[in-house]
């Protein structure tokens, strides 16, 4: 693996990115108009807004993230740039890289944009300090995308690629406590969701949300996050492919 073409790889997606102006739009507002909407629901209940509107921003980036990397590299396949690119000296894991270093900075602007809406406007409150929140954020992001990377590879067309979300990213919506805790659920669902990244997520803004200072259960959950991340980020170099059959 080499550092200077994992930075060209990262400069390259993100100018493909610069240049296509309704996904970046989409990625990095559409999160803070959903937090806004919320607070909307929420107008009589503020505490239960603080509760759901933290725990989300670790799931959004997770989410956008996810979709925007498994369409991206179907299209680097489809369109032949995948081969083309793999026939040169840069390797698998400098494309990999590459790709999650490009979308951990698109992940670090959407953060903090929605933690700028969230805290700001919003009036989230929170024990915990911002900086910490981003950096849950952005660990979510990378694991969205090394995620997204890994499930490309099983994908034919873009429409292929979309229909992972339903299998992927709803289960661990679902248990990872955001809309009912995890004390409170079957002992299998709970075991369930043990396997499932997102519900470390949860947990660490749940952590943000009660105690000042990170605490051990934060780092441990952020320790679990990279765990995954790197994992599935070899699984994506395991089966990437050079181009879509």
Same mark, same amino acid.
């Given at each position: 693996m080499s550092i200077s073409r994992t930075l060209w790889t990262a400069a390259r997606v993100l100018t493909q990115i610069r240049h296509d102006r309704r996904t970046l739009l989409? +990625?990095?507002? +559409?999160?803070?108009?959903? &937090?806004?909407?919320?607070?909307? /629901?929420? +107008?009589?209940?503020?505490? /239960?807004?603080?509760?759901?509107?933290?725990? &989300?921003?670790g799931i959004f980036p997770f989410t956008s993230m996810f979709l925007v990397t498994s369409v991206a590299m179907l299209r680097e396949r489809v369109s032949g740039t995948l081969e083309r690119l793999l026939s040169t000296p840069l390797q698998k894991l400098d494309l990999l890289f590459g790709y999650a270093l490009a979308f951990a900075a698109l992940a670090a602007l959407q953060a903090c944009i929605a933690a700028a809406v969230a805290y700001g406007p919003l009036g989230l409150r929170t024990q915990g300090k911002i900086a910490t929140v981003l950096l849950i954020g952005v660990s979510t992001a990378i694991l969205g995308c090394c995620t997204g990377l890994l499930t490309s590879a099983f994908a034919r067309t873009e429409f292929q690629a979309l229909q992972f979300m339903p299998a992927v990213?709803?289960?661990?919506?679902?248990?990872?406590g955001l809309i009912w805790p995890r004390a409170e659920m079957s002992t299998a669902l709970q075991l369930a969701?043990?396997?499932?990244? &997102?519900?470390?997520?949860?947990?660490?803004?749940?952590?943000?949300?009660?105690f000042p200072l990170p605490t051990t259960t934060l780092w441990l959950d952020l320790l679990a996050i990279a765990g995954f991340a790197f994992a599935t980020l070899l699984g994506g170099?395991?089966?990437?492919?050079?181009?879509?059959e």
């Open positions: 989409l +990625v990095l507002f +559409v999160p803070s108009l959903l &937090l806004t909407l919320l607070r909307f /629901i929420f +107008v009589d209940r503020l505490d /239960i807004f603080d509760q759901i509107g933290l725990m &989300l921003l990213v709803f289960p661990q919506v679902l248990l990872c969701s043990d396997v499932m990244p &997102l519900r470390y997520a949860a947990d660490a803004m749940s952590e943000v949300g009660t170099a395991a089966t990437l492919r050079r181009k879509s």
